[in-house]
């Protein structure tokens, strides 16, 4: 049972941050993500079970990615294998996808992802996106006449139930800009806990951590690395960043370890998705060293480019027809 130690051991190495709203358990400052396209269930079970060796102890999933299933089975595997004691130690977060993002139909999504993850409750339940598509099964490219407006008050009103009911320890929100969050704390009885958005050196959401701080919103930064390449460039602008390799070479770290190490001095915190366990296991060596003033200076000069939009969740074909398509925009300097 050695490796068992080891791995609660560098678990207890990771800081927490304890969320301003709902009775989550705190958050590990480094997270597992799950999305992977195309998807291959037993690659991502196996991946779990390696970042639960390794020390994980955060997992982030969502309904679109078609990845709670296999982290349920690995997550089950690994108390059944003595790797952790019970799902308690762990920290998950799920999303409603935008064809659920309906007021009627956020309870009953809930329950299909705690039945997919074979869980009683989720440490947190996100909206996914602040942009409503008709009722349909999820693909990942929609027509542009089936998006509605998005009601977020009534689906606002229907995460707080997720809450009460306990079947989510905490609720929150992902890609929503300042003017969403306006809105939405404009009607919230129970403030979103935390902000998911994409974040990194080439991203650095200077204006949405601000107003994030002020408002007590933990932010949670996905695509720490630079993403899925999603423009079709195959360009990666933080791990083919100068100024990140300099740094990293200078310290003996990796870009990947840079990247994290200064998004965890921003106070966020990285969902990063990795299958690999050696890379697994760097991402988590983060803790025990500072990046300088002068490294600071650098990351700060890091021209800034947002990867991806909502408007890469439509067709290129027809148009919106009940939405202002300025309602979409999540890009925010």
């Known amino acids: 049972m050695a490796s068992t130690a080891a791995a609660a051991a ?8 304890a969320l301003r709203s709902g009775n989550a358990t705190p958050m590990p400052a480094v997270g597992m993500g799950t999305a992977s396209f195309p998807l291959v269930p037993e690659a991502t079970k196996n991946a779990v079970l390696a970042a639960i060796e390794v ?37 998950v977060t799920s ?43 999820i693909t990942s490219r929609n027509k542009k ?23 989510a320890k905490a609720i929150g929100v992902s890609n ?7 809105k939405l704390l404009a009607v919230a009885t129970i403030p979103p806990a935390v902000n998911q958005v994409e974040l990194n050196p080439a991203w650095q959401q200077r204006t949405l951590r601000a107003y994030c701080a002020e408002k ?53 915190t990285s969902i990063v998705k990795s299958y690999n366990k050696e ?14 003033d002068e490294d600071q200076l650098k990351i700060s000069q890091i021209p800034q480019k947002k990867i991806f939009e909502a408007s890469d969740m439509f067709s290129q074909e027809g148009e919106f027809r009940s939405v202002d398509p300025a309602d979409l925009d999540i890009v925010e300097e």
């Open 10 to 17: 560098a678990a207890a190495m990771v800081p927490k941050v």
């Open 55 to 91: 020390g994980y102890r955060h997992f982030d999933t969502a309904s679109m990615y078609g990845t709670e299933k296999p982290l349920g089975e690995a997550v089950a595997e690994a108390v059944r294998r003595g790797l952790l004691q019970s799902r308690e130690e762990l920290f």
């Open 95 to 137: 999303k409603l996808w935008c064809t659920q993002n309906h007021p009627d139909l956020v309870l009953p999504s809930l329950r299909e992802t705690l039945k997919n993850l074979q869980m009683e409750y989720l440490d947190l339940y996100l909206i996914h996106w602040p942009v409503s598509i008709k009722p349909m099964p």
């Open 145 to 167: 006449e089936d998006a509605v407006p998005f009601d977020v008050e009534g689906v606002w009103r229907a995460m707080e139930e997720c809450q009460r009911l306990g079947l």
């Open 176 to 182: 929503f800009t300042t003017r969403h969050l306006d």
């Open 216 to 268: 007590g919103i933990h932010v949670a930064a996905y695509s720490p690395l630079g993403g899925q390449n999603w423009d079709g460039t195959g360009r990666n602008a933080v791990l083919e960043s100068d100024a990140l390799a300099g740094i990293a070479k200078a310290r003996g770290k990796t870009v990947a370890q840079v990247a994290l190490r200064w998004i965890y001095e921003q106070g966020v």
């Open 279 to 292: 890379r697994l296991k760097q991402n988590l060596e983060i803790f025990d060293w500072e990046l300088t």
